[in-house]
Every structure is written in structure tokens, then in C-alpha cells.
């Protein structure tokens, strides 16, 4: 298996970090400057570009053995949602939640859990990095999302897959906008290390890790990484869901594309 330079991985990692850091320290004027929005927009186009040059679009992310499972594997972000239909379904162990696959499909799905435990899985030990600057290694076992696009029959004029998630992570957003979601394009939608993942270090997924559901697309920073999937959907353009960018934070100034 190959995988990027781990010093490469870590300088993303870290920009991300600084990045976020300068955010925080209230750059507004900065972020909202229009040539500089254009060059960051280039240079992430850059990013995606060269990486698709350099690495075989099949190339995997490193894994890792049982022994470098990390002994405290950090829940980020959202721990446990608080929408009411979310916790009526924790009560209930998941029994009535079933998987939405739709949008640009021919055949839209609705999997329970049992549903996708059934479909073609992948086990992976890989190792999480978060754009706060941490890392850490886990295993995760779900259904290979590939299987689960070939199964539903993507539609020509799809583009991306879009994940709409049960987390709220901003309550003073109206509607769909204050709710968690994420976006990939096809390429990473079907690469072998993409899955939705049911179990974590050989265990059902903890509701803090995103029960009962949890995207992992392992060649992205954590914040792609979307937890508690409600639906997927397959659209052309994601211009019109929530911001428009893509994800709930790419709407606030990340990037889209957070290749590592």
C-alpha cells in the first residue's frame, strides 16, 4: 500500500491548525476580502489537482495494525445530538432509522442497520487527523459506500454525494442550514477506503463517535469525516443545500477539499 509522506500530513495538518487559529483570532476583514477568497479558492484547486497528479486515485491512505490503536481515540465535535428524533432513536437502539439513499439515483434506498451489515464491508485500522492539530488511530468496519452507489444506480448527471447528518451545531441556523453535512466527489465516493461505518476498535459505534452511522473517507482531514448520517444523496451541484459550499464548515470558510 502507498501513502502520502507523513511529514506531508502533518504540515496539512498543522496549516489547518494555523488556519483555524487565524479564524479565531477574528480575520474577518482578511476572509471577506475578495481577491483573497479567489486565491485561497485557486490554491485549494491547486491542492486537489496536484494531488490527483501525484497519487493513484486508488492510492490508500496508511493503515495500521491492532497495536497502534490509539487508548483514547478523541470525539470530535458533536457528542450526542439533541434533536428530539435523534434521541427517540438512541432510546431505541436504532431499530426504526434506516439509511435514506437518494437524489441523482434510479433506485433510492432505505437500509436499516441489519440492512447494511449485509452489504459488502471493509475493516481498516487508519489513523484520524483533525484540523485542531491531533491525531488519532482507530478501527473502524462499515459498509463500502462504492457497493451501496452501485446498488442504488447513480444517475449520469451525478457529481457528488452529499451526507445530511442528526447533528444541530448551530441552533440559531433556520432549517436544514444549522444541521452538520458534508459533500465528496465521486472519486472519493468510491475509493476502497470510503465506508460508513458501523462499528469502531471492534465495537457498535458509540453514539459520541457518530452512531449509528459515520462516514470515513480516510485521504480527508476529520472535519469530512461526517457523524450520525441520516441521508446520502447523490445531486449535480451543491450550490443550493444549506451555504452553498459544500459542508457545514466549508459555509463558514473552510475549504472544500481537505485532501491529506
Known amino acids: 500500500m502507498t501513502a502520502p509522506p507523513p511529514h506531508r500530513r502533518s504540515l496539512l495538518t498543522g496549516l489547518g491548525a494555523s488556519l483555524l487559529g487565524l479564524t479565531l483570532a477574528g ?44 487508548p483514547d481515540f478523541r470525539a470530535n465535535g458533536t457528542r450526542r445530538p439533541g434533536e428530539p428524533a435523534y434521541q427517540a432513536m438512541v432510546e431505541t437502539g436504532f431499530a426504526d432509522w434506516r439509511l435514506q439513499i437518494d437524489g441523482l439515483v434510479e433506485r433510492p434506498l432505505a437500509l436499516s442497520l441489519a440492512d447494511l451489515r449485509a452489504r459488502p464491508a471493509r475493516t481498516q485500522i487508519t489513523r484520524h487527523d483533525c484540523v485542531e492539530g491531533w491525531s488519532s488511530i482507530g478501527q473502524w468496519t462499515g459498509a463500502r459506500l462504492s457497493a451501496l452507489l452501485d446498488e442504488a444506480g447513480l444517475k449520469q448527471e451525478a457529481r ?25 466527489d465521486l472519486v472519493d465516493a468510491f475509493h476502497e477506503q470510503t465506508i460508513l461505518a458501523y462499528e469502531m476498535n471492534g465495537q457498535t459505534l458509540p453514539v459520541a463517535h457518530g452512531a449509528p452511522l459515520r462516514l470515513r473517507v480516510e485521504r480527508q482531514l476529520g472535519y469530512k469525516h461526517a457523524k450520525y448520517v441520516m441521508r446520502v444523496e447523490a445531486v449535480e451541484s451543491f450550490a443550493q443545500i444549506a451555504g452553498g459550499q459544500g459542508g457545514f464548515w466549508e459555509d463558514r470558510g473552510y475549504e472544500w477539499y481537505a485532501g491529506i
Do not use: M, W
Open 27 to 70: 480575520c474577518d476583514q482578511l476572509n471577506r476580502n475578495p481577491a483573497v477568497k479567489a486565491g485561497l479558492a485557486r490554491a485549494e484547486g491547486l491542492t486537489q489537482a496536484a494531488q490527483r497528479l501525484i497519487l493513484n486515485r486508488s492510492a490508500l491512505a496508511r493503515e495500521f495494525e491492532s497495536k497502534d490503536i490509539s
Open 160 to 184: 457528488y454525494i452529499v451526507f445530511h447528518c442528526a447533528d444541530r451545531l448551530d441552533p440559531n441556523a433556520a432549517g436544514d442550514r444549522g444541521l452538520y453535512y458534508e459533500s465528496i
